[in-house]
């Protein structure tokens, strides 16, 4: 049974996993261009409210206390990073990410291939994810799978070392984690989401979660299984797309469950850690396991691990 409130369902680690290989990251120098700035909004910064001390939050994640944080002007990409711009990145640089050097990745299981030959382990504690051989961003279920029909998706199957190299590419940058949360709140105060405290206002689906029994079956009623295109489902008020569910997006700084009380201005996180933030919750998420599609939700994960649910969006200081 699948009760435990405070697992993360949807996130897991290459570190779970005994190495049989290890990571060849290509380092990809920073450029002067900007590419798809088109796809950038400009926000204002300001002062706003971080974080939850809700009773629907997790203390032990670190999502509170409340506190003031103070942002500098900056840009963000309205949506996430595609498949299509990965593969301009990919053919323009040569790049090889981290889940092509160690050979595997993760995948759900509704969505395993039909060779299971090709899978490496199923993870223990979370029996729904398996290390599968030959999965990466352009075979995200691996041999015989394609991303021809969903180049408008988002890339997954990528580290935050990968969305580090993309960002240099692009002349861009990862964003902090309080800049992520206060362009996905889009200037609401609190919310739990980015529209406001109802999750299906007027029985509207506004974003890609799991719907149904997890992990058992997913009713699809928001219309996705697996992840939507990129700019899916209305924007919130600055203009962001799917900053609630779709992917788990990587952010720059290392995770911490503890914060200052104090007004903070600009925080960058610790100056080193194990594991980087990740924001915005995923398509398997639902609230009966893993209630972290909330604005003030986080998670972390290692700088080298990659899954079917997470990718990541660029930013761009003003």
Request: charged share 20%; aromatic share 12%; proline share 5%.
């Given at each position: 049974?699948?009760?435990?409130?405070?697992?993360?369902?949807?996130?897991?680690?290459?570190?779970?996993?005994?190495q049989?290989?290890?990571?060849?990251?290509?380092?990809?120098?920073?450029?002067?261009?900007?590419?798809?700035?088109?796809?950038?909004?400009?926000?204002?910064?300001?002062?706003?409210?971080?974080?939850?001390?809700?009773?629907e939050?997790?203390?032990?994640?670190?999502?509170?206390?409340?506190?003031?944080?103070r942002?500098?002007?900056?840009?963000?990409?309205?949506?996430?990073?595609?498949?299509?711009?990965?593969?301009?990145?990919v053919n323009d640089?040569?790049?090889?990410?981290?889940?092509?050097?160690?050979?595997?990745?993760?995948?759900?299981?509704?969505?395993?291939?039909?060779?299971?030959?090709?899978?490496?382990?199923?993870?223990?504690?979370?029996?729904?994810?398996?290390?599968v051989?030959?999965?990466?961003?352009?075979?995200?279920?691996?041999?015989?799978?394609?991303?021809?029909?969903?180049?408008?998706?988002?890339?997954?199957?990528?580290s935050?070392?990968?969305?580090?190299?993309?960002?240099?590419?692009?002349?861009?940058?990862?964003p902090?984690?309080?800049?992520?949360?206060?362009?996905?709140?889009?200037?609401?105060?609190?919310?739990?989401?980015?529209?406001?405290?109802?999750?299906?206002?007027?029985?509207?689906?506004l974003?890609?979660?799991?719907?149904?029994?997890?992990?058992?079956?997913?009713?699809?009623?928001?219309g996705?299984?697996?992840?939507?295109?990129?700019?899916?489902?209305?924007?919130?008020?600055?203009?962001?797309?799917?900053?609630?569910?779709?992917?788990?997006?990587?952010?720059?700084?290392?995770?911490?469950?503890?914060?200052?009380?104090?007004?903070?201005?600009?925080p960058?996180?610790?100056?080193?850690?194990?594991?980087?933030?990740?924001?915005?919750?995923?398509?398997?998420?639902?609230k009966?396991y893993?209630?972290?599609?909330?604005?003030?939700?986080?998670?972390?994960?290692?700088?080298?691990?990659?899954?079917?649910?997470?990718?990541f969006?660029?930013?761009?200081?003003?």
């Open positions: 049974m699948y009760s435990d409130k405070k697992s993360n369902c949807c996130s897991v680690s290459r570190s779970l996993i005994n049989t290989s290890s990571s060849r990251v290509k380092e990809v120098t920073a450029v002067d261009s900007i590419k798809f700035e088109d796809k950038m909004v400009f926000l204002t910064g300001g002062d706003f409210i971080m974080g939850t001390d809700s009773d939050g997790f203390p032990l994640d670190g999502e509170g206390p409340r506190r003031n944080v942002i500098n002007p900056f840009q963000m990409d309205s949506y996430a990073v595609t498949n299509e711009e990965f593969k301009q990145f640089t040569g790049y090889i990410t981290e889940a092509e050097a160690f050979g595997w990745s993760f995948v759900f299981e509704h969505f395993l291939p039909l060779n299971k030959s090709s899978i490496i382990q199923q993870l223990p504690g979370t029996p729904w994810w398996y290390a051989k030959s999965v990466n961003w352009y075979q995200p279920e691996g041999e015989g799978s394609s991303i021809v029909n969903r180049m408008d998706h988002p890339v997954i199957h990528v935050w070392n990968d969305a580090i190299a993309f960002s240099n590419w692009a002349g861009k940058r990862l902090t984690e309080a800049e992520w949360e206060y362009a996905a709140r889009g200037g609401l105060i609190q919310n739990i989401y980015p529209w406001g405290n109802d999750l299906t206002p007027n029985g509207i689906h974003c890609n979660i799991w719907q149904g029994e997890f992990p058992k079956k997913n009713t699809k009623e928001d996705y299984v697996g992840t939507a295109p990129a700019k899916s489902f209305p924007p919130n008020n600055y203009g962001l797309y799917n900053v609630s569910g779709n992917i788990w997006e990587w952010c720059s700084d290392w995770f911490t469950n503890s914060h200052h009380k104090s007004v903070q201005v600009n960058k996180g610790p100056d080193k850690g194990d594991s980087k933030v990740m924001r915005g919750g995923s398509y398997l998420c639902h009966s893993c209630n972290r599609y909330r604005v003030a939700a986080r998670s972390s994960n290692t700088p080298d691990s990659s899954t079917g649910n997470l990718g969006r660029c930013a761009k200081n003003a």
